[in-house]
Every structure is written in C-alpha cells, then in structure tokens.
C-alpha cells in the first residue's frame, strides 16, 4: 500500500493543502490501512451525486464525533478531469480529511490505466497488501453504508490497535481482536479490588497491633482481680 505512493506527493484536502511527500508521512497515513482510490470528474452528474454519499460514509469510520476509535482507513481522490480548475471545484465539495495527487502529477493516468477505469464514479477497495478488494465499491456503499468497511476489514484481515496500550500488549499471543480490551478490564477490576480489599486489612492489622498491649494487660488485671477475690475469702 505505501509502496505505491512513497515516491509521489499525496496533498490533504484542507484549507492549507497540506503536502505530504516524505517517507515518514506517507507511511503514518497509509501504512496498515484500507485504502479507496476514488475515481471522479467534476463534469460528470453521476459523480456529483455520489460524492455526499461518500462523504458521510467517509465521516462517519474517521470523524472522532462519531466514533471513538477512527477507523484504519484512507481515501485518496484519483482526478479525472480535464483541467485543474475543475479538480479544484470537484475538492471543495469532498470531505477535508481525503487526500489527492496534484493535478499535474501523470501518476493519476498511470492508476487509471493500472485498475482499468472505463467509467466515473468507481471506487477501488485495497488491502494493505496492495490487493483488490472490490474493483468498484461504489454500488456497495450506496446500498450497505458503513457495513462495508467491516467487511472489507475481515477479508483484510485487519486488526484494529489503535486503543492498545504498548507496555501492555506488547509480544503477546493474542487469540481474538477483543483480548486486548478484555485483559484490560480485568486488569482495572482487579487493581480496584487489591486496593479496596489490602487498605482496610492493613488498616485493622495495624489497629489490632496497636490494641494487642491493651488487651493483654486487662486479661492480667482481671486474672488478678480474680485470685485477690479468691483470697479474700
């Protein structure tokens, strides 16, 4: 996946249009990943039609106001267009967080020719591996929304980390997905108990340490009480 673009220049479509051209970037944003590579036209009425539909689909796997864990996904807008003026019309309408090849860059031409694009909109599906998902997404998303991705992830064979905790899990076996939060849990629910049950049991040892002296010398004081009485008569 990262492989296909180290050499090229992604931009993020923000209001800056931040370019990401180093090894480092391009690795962090794509690297373990599903990636879309969504070809479109601003000239074409099909894929003006589909782009807010790709757009909540898009928010609602990356934006953190509706999900806690981002999702290990990336969308990249492949150009078509004829000229750049209508690439950067065809940006402001997709979402802030997609990335792009700078209209000048011929890699675009290269991409269409590599997964044959012959119509607009298509949406290529990739594995991390570089392999195809789904030649063309665009039908799946329409119909089944986000259940898409979590199909994509368990034929890619994805494991979400970004909730886990290195010191933590780091060279463990690990049977399913879950165990990480599972062994957390019980990791918390048990330091509460250590600290809820030890307290008080160090708290009363320490008092029946100090007590200890007091009780022994009242049990001496009334054994003597008793045989003074017993002399008395």
């Not at 996946?1 to 794509?30: P, S």
């Not at 996904?73 to 990335?99: H, N």
Request: charge should be negative; glycine fraction near 2%.
């Amino acid at each position: 996946m990262v492989d296909m673009f180290l050499e090229r220049v992604l931009v993020e479509n923000n209001w800056d249009q931040d370019e990401l051209n180093t090894e480092r970037e391009i690795t962090g944003i794509l690297e373990n990943r599903i990636l879309m590579l969504f070809f479109a036209a601003a000239d074409c009425a099909k894929c003006q039609e589909f782009v807010p539909i790709l757009n909540d689909f898009f928010k609602r796997l990356k934006d953190p106001a509706y999900i806690e864990y981002p999702k290990l996904l990336a969308l990249i807008y492949i150009s078509v267009d004829q000229t750049e003026e209508q690439q950067e019309r065809f940006l402001k309408d997709l979402y802030k967080k997609t990335l792009f090849l700078p209209f000048e860059d011929p890699y675009r031409q290269e991409l269409q020719a590599q997964f044959k694009i012959t119509e607009v909109p298509t949406v290529v599906v990739l594995r991390p591996d570089c392999s195809v998902l789904s030649q063309n997404a665009v039908k799946e998303i329409c119909e089944y929304g986000c259940d898409c991705f979590y199909n994509w992830q368990e034929s890619a064979g994805l494991v979400e980390r970004s909730f886990m905790l290195n010191e933590e899990f780091d060279n463990l076996n690990l049977r399913t997905a879950t165990d990480p939060v599972r062994r957390l849990k019980y990791k918390t629910e048990d330091d509460k108990r250590k600290k809820r049950w030890w307290k008080p049991w160090t708290k009363s040892r320490a008092q029946d340490e100090e007590e200890e002296p007091d009780k022994a010398w009242d049990s001496r004081r009334k054994e003597a009480d008793t045989k003074g009485r017993w002399r008395l008569f």
